[in-house]
Nanobody, 119 residues
């Protein structure tokens, strides 16, 4: 069992930055790939970024490329999402998730953290 707790959300002006954190419980954190997703009001949840269990492979949604960076610190059981040049359309609840096997559904989800970008 892995429990995930996101933090770092808040209100920021367009062009600003935020760093989201996702703290995981459990000794097996380093064996999971980790992802960030978001869901805006009235929209479906969408993929933002993923980092594999080694930390050497990352992928991003087109909307995140060049602006967001996903990273992990296995010593702290934490995954991060650095978000720069934020836009109002980035406003959403951001969720982190843990994936045991590539290509499979994500196994565990956090409760989410709200990010609001004002214009």
């Amino acid at each position: 069992q892995v429990q995930l707790v996101e933090s770092g959300g808040g209100l920021v002006q367009a062009g600003g930055s935020l760093r989201l954190s996702c703290a995981a419980s459990g000794r097996t954190f380093s064996t999971y790939a980790m992802g960030w997703f978001r869901q805006a009001p009235g929209k479906e949840r969408e993929f933002v970024a993923r980092i594999n269990w080694t930390g050497y492979s990352t992928i991003y949604a087109d909307s995140a490329k060049g602006r967001f960076t996903i990273s992990r610190d296995d010593a702290k059981n934490t995954v991060y999402l650095q978000m720069n040049s934020l836009k109002p359309e980035d406003t959403a609840v951001y969720y982190c998730a843990a994936q045991r096997r590539q290509g499979a559904l994500y196994d565990y989800w956090g409760q989410g953290t709200q990010v609001t970008v004002s214009s």
